[in-house]
């Protein structure tokens, strides 16, 4: 990591379907990160769509290249912006995107590797399955986009961080559930917003790297968004944390703070690709038959 | 503490936010709802009343001829306590008109039809008040199917959908509910003296404990047996469950396109909002 960077945390509610209405909010909010002195600022999960498409979806789906986000391109002119959408791949596949728009143009796309599909979740119905963790260079350093279930899975932080990533930032729209009293003293918030915190600590303090996390708030269909977005250190500890309602808070990511941390715990230096790699070879030819 | 438990602050949040957006979402700002001078319907009320304000929630309450006078009195402290207007509507002359016709109809056929002709009131007021029907049916009576389809069970939307009954006597006591409400035996004032748990033959405190073992916990039957519930109630309790499955979906349509509604027509229900 070279720079600091303040990131904005736009933790918004989001209108069903409504593309231009967001992608207006979404211009407002950038320019309200701009002012608070930010250089990046990033949305929830489906950002610019709303969550619970369903039979909606192809119906919002933009390629990458779509005239429509050419607003979104031209505010991420002194401010880098992270969004989500559903992103049309020329042979019309529809996925759940991330976007970092910098300098005017669409940088990198994190297609969601693992669309939900259980429980209240249907997203394989809708939406196709990315394939590709790759970390990739900003102005501050090197960053890598997850989407919601992706970091369930720690083997796309793990390649986040092999791929050499200081900040890993993870969109989502995670539902509000688990209601029990059963919480340790001063615990706060929804038990899915616990175990987040839990999963973002974790990542920060085993990869050591900047957690930006943003989630939606709001309600659809009567489910309503946990809100709960962060900054974790590489410490894993908590630079910001939002609560359930819609809210927009800065945080400064150090570089200073990461050089320490990783000076004094060189888990990076130490790793062994090669090591992981042989033996995930070895798994997936003894568990699998191709 | 038991494992039914809530982190009751928390749940008014969500609850008063949902209400609040889900109203909005559909372009109006009030809800209208039935008051019984029971817990849930008083839950429900005081919880649209703090999403909308008092002025904005409008209760009825639709007393029979033979309902209990304390359910009217319990319904009027309601009201005054969380500050909405009560309208008393009177459902007797419509529901002696129609069982003049029907002189053999038993008391299920009766308390049916009165829950329905409350429904048919609920959304004739949502209508003039624009206005949406705020749902009063907790988690066990919907999953126990002790409801009227079409009746007490119809609503634009239900804040208490997802509590069990005793979840739903914590949140009124959360929500400083008046007294007499909280502690007096869950009616469905079919008739004079009626309790649920007399009904039922079963205290909401036990079906509730299995109810989170069996659909919360997703627990085997032997790790039921095990937990210390009775094999024959477990039996029992499964039956209500999957014989009244039919009141929580939508009616059945026969499938011939190739996009039949919700089968595979499937948009989000805040469509277009």
Redesign the interface.
């Known amino acids: 990591m070279q720079q600091r960077v303040t990131v904005s945390l736009a933790q918004c509610?989001a209108?069903?379907?409504g593309v231009e209405s967001n992608l207006q909010a979404h211009l407002q909010a950038i320019e309200r990160a701009r002012k608070a002195g930010a250089q990046l600022v990033v949305f929830p999960e489906l950002s610019l769509t709303g969550y619970?498409?369903?039979?909606?979806t192809p119906e919002v789906a933009l390629a990458a290249d779509d005239a429509r986000l050419q607003p979104l391109r031209d505010a991420s002119r002194g401010i880098d912006v992270v969004l989500g959408w559903i992103e049309e791949s020329p042979e019309h596949q529809l996925f759940n995107a991330a976007g970092y728009f910098s300098g005017g143009k669409l940088l990198h796309v994190h297609r969601k590797i693992y669309p939900v599909t259980y429980g209240m979740f249907e997203e394989s119905r809708y939406w196709a399955a990315g394939d590709q963790v790759a970390a990739f260079d900003t102005a501050y350093g090197r960053a890598g986009l997850l989407i919601c279930e992706d970091m369930w899975h720690p083997s796309t932080s793990y390649l986040l961080y092999a791929d050499r990533a200081d900040v890993i930032i993870t969109l989502s729209a995670s539902p509000?559930r688990g209601?029990?009293?059963?919480?340790p003293q001063g615990a706060q918030?929804?038990g899915s917003s616990r175990t987040w915190e839990a999963l973002l600590r974790q990542q920060s303090a085993a990869f050591n790297v900047y957690s930006v996390y943003v989630n939606r708030c709001?309600?659809?269909?009567?489910t309503?968004f946990a809100g709960g977005s962060r900054v974790i250190d590489p410490y894993g500890e908590a630079v910001l944390s939002l609560d359930?309602e819609p809210r927009q808070e800065s945080a400064v990511l150090d570089p200073a703070v990461l050089r320490r941390r990783r000076a004094a715990l060189p888990l990076l230096r130490d790793e062994r690709l090669d090591v992981t790699l042989g033996n995930l070879e070895r798994i997936a030819r003894d568990r699998f038959v191709y | 503490m038991t494992a039914l438990s809530i982190d009751a602050p928390l749940v008014e949040r969500v609850l008063v936010n949902f209400l609040r957006e889900e109203i909005a979402s559909a372009g109006l700002s009030r809800a209208v709802l039935g008051l019984s001078g029971g817990i849930d319907s008083a839950v429900s009320a005081a919880l649209a009343a703090r999403a909308l304000g008092p002025d904005n929630v409008l209760a009825l309450a639709m007393p029979y001829r033979a309902s209990s006078p304390d359910s009217l009195r319990d319904a009027r402290a309601v009201a005054s306590a969380i500050g909405i207007h009560l309208d008393v509507v009177e459902i007797s002359p419509q529901i002696d008109a129609y069982f003049a016709t029907q002189p053999d109809a038993d008391s299920l056929r009766r308390g049916n039809k009165m829950a329905r002709e409350r429904m048919t009131v609920l959304y004739d007021r949502s209508a003039a008040w624009q206005a949406l029907v705020v749902g009063t049916s907790n988690k066990t009576e919907l999953l126990l199917g002790y409801g009227t389809l079409f009746g007490d069970m119809a609503s634009a939307l239900n804040p208490i959908g997802d509590l069990y009954k005793t979840q739903v006597f914590e949140l009124a006591r959360h929500l400083r509910l008046p007294e007499a409400v909280i502690t007096k035996a869950p009616s469905a004032d079919l008739w004079a003296g009626q309790t649920d748990e007399q009904e039922m033959g079963f205290s909401y405190e036990a079906v509730d404990a299995l109810l989170h073992d069996l659909v919360e916990r997703r627990l085997s039957e032997a790790e039921l047996l095990a937990a210390g519930h009775d094999p024959a109630f477990v039996a029992r309790v499964r039956r209500m469950i999957s014989r009244s499955q039919f009141k929580r979906r939508m009616p059945l349509i026969a499938k011939l396109s190739d996009r039949t509604i919700n089968a595979d027509f499937r948009y989000p229900r805040d469509w277009g909002r």
């Not at chain 1, 209601?179 to 919480?183: L, N, P, R």
């Not at chain 1, 709001?218 to 009567?222: I, K, L, M, P, R």
């Open positions: 509610d209108v069903l379907g619970h498409l369903r039979d909606l509000a209601i029990g009293a059963h919480e918030g929804p709001g309600v659809e269909d009567g309503t359930l």
